[in-house]
């Protein structure tokens, strides 16, 4: 099983571009790298899910360089309501050990 | 489409209780999870269920035991709660595995007194 390191937390102001790194150094070939959010007294939160390279959706975009061995999610010009707890995960069909770290504590000042 | 519904939503048990925390998914997965949540702290699995018929111990699983009663259901038993029970607890479904999306529960709210 792939382990992920990201950072304890990050700080923010309203309308700057936040992003977290995460390193998987052990990522399999057959591993996606998957990010969740959560906010406080709610389930975590599907947001983006990536490969290689990039994907973007309508609330992030995940930057995957090509050894694969880390991350990046980047959320653009954040809102206070953009508060809130993001987890890299990393795994295939076959890794269904769900496990959530600490995740990285995201703060939105105004 | 109600997702992931999880029931109770919250629960005071005293020490020595019993009871079942349940979780109903409508979305046909075949993935089920059992989480807990304390306080300043990422989820930690408890159990998971890849398909129907299986279960498997996630990284805390004493004190617990549950039930895939069928592919839509998937249930939490606390024998004989303690304090340290005391948590969040959150029930998720997905597809298959970690490269499929996961849908998580309200919470269940417990305190063991």
């Known amino acids: 099983l792939a382990k992920t390191t990201q950072p304890i937390s990050m700080d923010s102001y309203e309308g700057q571009e936040v992003n977290i790194t995460c390193s998987h150094n052990?990522?399999?070939?057959?591993?996606?790298i998957t990010w969740y959010q959560q906010f406080p007294s709610q389930g975590p939160r599907f947001i983006i899910q990536?490969?290689?390279t990039k994907v973007t959706n309508e609330v992030a975009s995940l930057f995957i360089p090509a050894d694969r061995k880390s991350s990046t999610l980047s959320l653009p010009r954040v809102s206070l309501s953009d508060t809130a707890v993001y987890y890299c995960l990393v795994g295939d069909y076959n890794d269904y050990k769900l496990s959530f770290g600490a995740g990285t504590t995201v703060t939105v000042r105004a | 489409n109600a997702g992931v519904t999880q029931t109770p939503k919250f629960q005071v048990l005293k020490t020595g209780q019993s009871m079942t925390l349940q979780c109903a998914q409508d979305m046909n997965h075949n993935s089920m999870y059992w989480y807990r949540q304390d306080p300043g702290m990422g989820l930690r699995l408890i159990y998971y269920s890849a398909s129907e018929g299986t279960t498997d111990k996630g990284e805390v699983p004493n004190g617990y035991n549950v039930s895939r009663l069928n592919k839509r259901e998937f249930s939490l038993r606390l024998e004989s709660a303690a304090p340290s029970q005391t948590s969040v607890y959150f029930c998720?479904?997905?597809?298959?595995?970690?490269?499929?999306?996961?849908?998580f529960g309200q919470g269940t709210r417990l305190t063991v007194v």
């Open positions: 990536g490969y290689k």
């Open positions: 998720a479904s997905s597809v298959r595995g970690k490269e499929t999306e996961a849908f």
């Open positions: 052990n990522i399999a070939t057959n591993d996606y």
